[in-house]
């Protein structure tokens, strides 16, 4: 199988604050990190409550995280409630891993410069101890 990514994962194990458009907020681990996106380990309770479209959190679906040092979004279209409230994101692959655990890959979407700097030293320094596969 040929790798697709275009950007290399590290492993990212932390708790990390997520929030849906609706006002939802959770306390999730974190898994892997990349220049791009994150992943994120939650339970059934937290998908659930994340779907914007059906019953679970699908792929699209937007939501904003909170990881540490890395800037609130700022942007226009973000819904008020959401706003202010951590790094913008969009589902891209829920995979359920058991009855109660899901894997949840995530994009951020359009982050501006600061929180651009900020992901890639969180990035670096998860690469100075683990690279993911």
Known sequence: ???????PRYQFTQPV???GPDGYRASVQSCEISVSGLGLTMGRAAVTALAQGGTVLTPGDRLWV????????AVDDVPAVAAGRGLDCKA?????????????????VAPD?????AIAELVEQASQTHLKP
């Not at 199988?1 to 950007?7: G, H, I, S, V, Y």
């Not at 909170?66 to 979004?73: F, I, K, T």
């Not at 891209?92 to 951020?108: E, K, S, T």
């Not at 410069?113 to 700097?117: F, I, K, L, V, Y």
């Open 92 to 108: 891209v692959h829920v995979r359920r891993l058991a009855l109660d655990q899901y894997v949840v890959a995530v994009a951020f």
């Open 17 to 19: 604050g997520v929030h």
């Open 66 to 73: 909170s990881l540490p040092g890395v800037p609130d979004s």
């Open 113 to 117: 410069a600061a929180q651009q700097r």
């Open 1 to 7: 199988m040929q790798e697709r990514r275009l950007f």
